[in-house]
Structures are given as structure tokens and as C-alpha cells.
């Protein structure tokens, strides 16, 4: 599977941001589809995931603020950023899973997006 993660930019806090991921293969519809996140100077953290069927988990930070979906058809994973805040300034990144688990563990995830800067001004 391949991914290529598109649609970051620069938005002023309390704006909003949509992000997709296409990602090529067939099945991509048996993957869970994560979304990742990298501040300047910090690890990598977790997101959002969605299942096949799905299933979501949603880091605190972004709970009622961010939304993901899938739209298996296109073979493409979004994520709807809303109430942008500065904090939430990083490079995202979309990650598949074969494991179903809808993990937040970045290890559990087989393949890689490049990445898209999300930089939010305050």
C-alpha cells in the first residue's frame, strides 16, 4: 500500500483544515487508516484511527474537534480539522494497518504517508 497524504497548509486559529490520504492498492478497504502527527522538537503522536468497519478512537486533544472518515470507493481516508489551535501545528501523517486493532501505537502500523505541514497561526 502506498499513501500520499495531501491538503495541509497555513490557517488561522479556529479555522478548519481538511487532510486526505490516497492510498493505492486493493485493499485498501481491509486496513485501518490512522493519522499521525509530528510537532518541531517532539515524538510523533497519535491522532485518530478508524477501523475497516468503522470503528474510531480519537486522542483527547482532538476529540470533538476532529473527524475522520473513509470513503472506501476512492480508497481515500480524510480528516476534518476544525477549531484549529496553534498547539495542533505539526506534520500529519496517514498510516495504514493491517492489524485491526484501530491502534494508537505507531509501530503497529505497516505503511507511511510523506507527511503534510499543518500550521496553524494564533
Known amino acids: 500500500v502506498q499513501l500520499q497524504a495531501s491538503g495541509g497548509g497555513l490557517v488561522q486559529a479556529g479555522g478548519s483544515l481538511r487532510l486526505s490520504c490516497a492510498a493505492s492498492?486493493?485493499?485498501?478497504?481491509?486496513?485501518?487508516m490512522g493519522w499521525f502527527r509530528q510537532a518541531p522538537g517532539k515524538e510523533r503522536e497519535f491522532v485518530v484511527s478508524?477501523?475497516?468497519?468503522?470503528?474510531?478512537r480519537y486522542a483527547d486533544s482532538v476529540k470533538d474537534r476532529f473527524t475522520i472518515s473513509r470513503d472506501n470507493a476512492k480508497n481515500t481516508v480524510y480528516l476534518q480539522m476544525n477549531s484549529l489551535k496553534s498547539e495542533d501545528t505539526a506534520v500529519y501523517y496517514c498510516?495504514?494497518?493491517?492489524?485491526?486493532?484501530?491502534?494508537?501505537?505507531?509501530?503497529?502500523?505497516?505503511?507511511w504517508g510523506q507527511g503534510t505541514q499543518v500550521t496553524v497561526s494564533s
Open positions: 498510516a495504514a494497518s493491517s492489524l485491526g486493532l484501530i491502534s494508537t501505537n505507531e509501530n503497529r502500523y505497516d505503511y
Open positions: 492498492g486493493r485493499t485498501f478497504s481491509r486496513y485501518d
Open positions: 478508524m477501523s475497516w468497519s468503522g470503528g474510531t
